[in-house]
């Protein structure tokens, strides 16, 4: 039996405003997949690259959909699905594509493979705020960049919901979260989440406070959010063999890689730990184990009521002014 859901959409390139919400009927669910009635849904940088064009791969269009994260309750499921039931509190994995699988609604149809549990004891806000943010901190920071005790890492655009998992990420494994932001005015909030320094990037030279606020050493990992021509400067600001890490194009300009060699470069995307069962099932345990012992805590910047507040929400996103994530209660 089908059911009709509230869904964002968008049928052309653009700004917030090519946002609509619309009625879609949602078959009842097939074989291995599972319907979602969604409690909360949080925005990330790459839904504001989907909307515009700009992602590393282009929506389906007209009617694409978008958003990676949503936290909610199971209401059915088909054939052959195993690990859920109807009455369960899920979240979504982020492992699939967005014009397909998209999850701005206030009901969603998704595989199996597209969910995890959600913790006990954790609110539908929390839930919906976590899961990509950390396990791209993690998949980035400790399985790629196999980051350690004392390690000195540098997270470029701090700010984000990714900054700020980060920064709680390295304070997790005992290292030294050195970050940047563009203004003074977010740096207490960053000190107060754990950050050791705070570098502003409009008035000083990340470069060289790196190099002095590690004793002229560099750090051991750079997590860069930014790309563009500016991540070939960032080698300078690393250790010999040290490691860099890419995962954003907050510069929508061609990454210029660093001669500054020897130095790893990671291009890092987030498929590898959400993607594959094992891997998906052991970045859970990392988030869930985190979210129970406090070391973890989304930042939450905003939440907005109702899904016709999408275009305000992607609005906030855009203007760079907050600090942490940005959700939507449907």
């Known amino acids: 039996m089908s059911t009709t859901a509230r ?18 009927e949602l078959p009842a669910p097939g074989p291995g997949e599972v ?17 515009a064009g700009a992602y590393f791969y282009q929506p389906t269009l007209p009617g694409s959909r978008n958003g990676y994260e949503a936290a909610g309750e199971v209401e059915a499921v088909g054939a052959g699905v195993t690990d859920f039931a109807p009455g369960d509190l899920v979240m979504s994995a982020a492992n699939f594509k967005l014009s397909e699988h998209g999850v701005y609604g206030d009901r969603i149809l998704l595989p199996e493979s597209a969910l995890v549990p959600r913790p006990a004891g954790v609110d539908a806000v929390t839930a919906a705020a976590v899961w990509l943010t950390y396990t ?56 107060d989440l754990g950050a050791e320094h705070v570098i502003v990037s409009e008035h000083e030279d990340v470069i060289k406070e790196t190099r002095r606020l590690t004793g002229g050493q560099g750090a051991d990992i750079v997590f860069d959010a930014i790309g563009g021509p500016g991540f070939r400067a960032l080698g300078e600001a690393t250790v010999p063999n040290g490691t860099l890490v890419s995962y954003g194009w907050l510069d929508p300009r061609p990454i210029e890689l660093p001669m500054s060699w020897p130095l790893t470069v990671h291009g890092y995307s987030n498929f590898e730990v959400t993607g594959p069962a094992d891997a998906r099932r052991r970045a859970a345990h990392y988030v869930n184990a985190g979210l129970a012992d406090g070391t973890l805590r989304p930042v939450v910047a905003e939440v907005f009521d109702g899904l016709d507040r999408i275009r305000d929400a992607h609005r906030l996103m855009e203007s760079n002014t907050h600090t942490g994530k940005i959700v939507v209660k449907p």
């Open 7 to 24: 869904t964002v959409l968008f049928h052309e390139l653009g700004g917030p405003d090519v946002l609509t919400v619309e009625e879609v």
């Open 35 to 51: 319907l979602v009635k969604v409690a909360a849904l949080a925005l990330n940088r790459a839904e504001a690259l989907f909307r």
């Open 136 to 191: 791209t901190a993690y998949g980035a920071l400790i399985v790629t960049a196999g980051m350690a005790p004392g390690d000195q890492v540098l997270i470029t655009g701090a700010s984000s919901g990714v900054g700020t998992a980060a920064i709680q990420v390295a304070r997790r494994s005992g290292a030294v979260p050195i970050v940047t932001t563009r203004s003074d005015a977010k740096r207490q909030q960053l000190l």
